[in-house]
């Protein structure tokens, strides 16, 4: 059968026989182990998925749309296709001296990076969090878990900032009125502006 062709190589049976093979091939980490790192590994994904979205979303209002909605599918289709190809340094570089600016959590974002890093490229006994190692500490573990909680806490108030300027350029809006502006901005300006 050509669709467990890779199973019946590695002599394997099933999926829990895969699971357990594959992870003794892939490294020598323990069950335990293999927890901590996965676990860093998620609180990593949860702080880029943010960054993501601050890309997303202050980027989307550059976005050229017309009545075409043909068009204004591609373009849209486009662009998140550029968002999710980039990186995290990728886009931690640029959100960097903005950020920590507004919100002094936001500098753990690099040391939980460069743990995460650590986590995939060198000895479990050798990573470090703000110089104590979440492998064996359960402390520092925690430590990751309430800087992430803190970042995330602080995001809404940051999309604050980056969204409101845009709102609140009244003269550029006015002067040169809504061309290429998509119907849920316009909408949103609008409803902003009523609110006033």
Known sequence: MAQNRYMDLLNIKDEASALIQIKELASDLTDHEHMIRSCIFDLHAAVEI????????HFQYLLFFTDDEKSNK??????????DRLGFMDMWIILRPVMTDWYPDFDSIDKINDTRNQAVHSDVGKVKYKVRN??????????????????KRC??????????PYYLNRAYYEKYGDIGISREVRDEVDSWYKKQ
Do not use: G, S, T
């Open 155 to 164: 995001i809404p108030k940051f999309f604050e900032h980056i969204v409101r």
């Open 134 to 151: 979440p492998f064996n500490n359960p402390d520092c573990l925690c430590q990751i878990y309430f800087d992430v909680w803190a970042i």
């Open 50 to 57: 943010e960054l993501r979205r601050i890309f997303f979303w």
């Open 74 to 83: 591609k373009i849209k289709c486009n662009f998140e296709k550029m968002i």
